[in-house]
């Protein structure tokens, strides 16, 4: 795990952003370290009414995520957590995560923070929660991408990106 070379962005005004959190539910400490740390970056970057939509697990993050772009919202934040384990679930469920939040991204054009832990143990995990100790917090930096990403995208849009 390396933090070296993260950017620091400053946060941008997304108050005219529709935001979308959709979060999986296994492994209730990180999960509740992430979202945590997706309401501070939200706060930060003044985002008042994010919708926060919970499913069962990371393989079901790219539908519900695909629905929210469908619907029109600026960006969606994407937070999930795979531990590997024993068998190749972790490499399926991995790579179905990441194919498919990169094809929501691309297919409709929105901003979709990958917020998705792919660990080789649980303390992996707990280390990059944004958890008191941990040394990371990827659901801060998941959204915060995200939302830099979208005014990018409005600006782009709008003709105003120089």
């Known amino acids: 795990m390396s933090g070296h070379g993260a950017p620091t962005p400053e946060a941008v005004d997304a108050s005219d952003l529709r935001v979308a959190v ?3 539910s296994w492994h209730t400490e990180v999960m509740d370290g992430l979202l945590a740390g997706a309401h501070r970056a939200l706060e930060e970057y003044s985002v008042g009414n994010p919708l926060v939509v919970r499913v069962p697990g990371t393989f079901e993050l790219p539908v519900v995520a695909a629905t929210l772009a469908a619907q029109g919202y600026d960006a969606v934040v994407a937070l999930g957590v ?13 790579n179905a995560a990441t194919d498919g939040l990169t094809r929501v991204a691309l297919d409709h054009q929105v901003a979709v923070g990958f917020g998705v832990l792919t660990c080789d143990d649980d303390q ?9 100790g941990s040394k990371e917090d990827k659901g801060h930096e998941a959204t915060s991408a995200a939302l830099q990403t979208a005014h990018v995208l ?5 003709g105003r990106l120089a």
Do not use: M, N, S, W
């Open 154 to 158: 409005k600006r782009l849009r709008r």
């Open 124 to 132: 992996q995990a707990l280390d990059r929660a944004g958890l008191e």
């Open 22 to 24: 959709v979060a999986a």
């Open 82 to 94: 795979v531990v590997r384990g024993g068998t190749p679930h972790f490499d399926y469920v991995c």
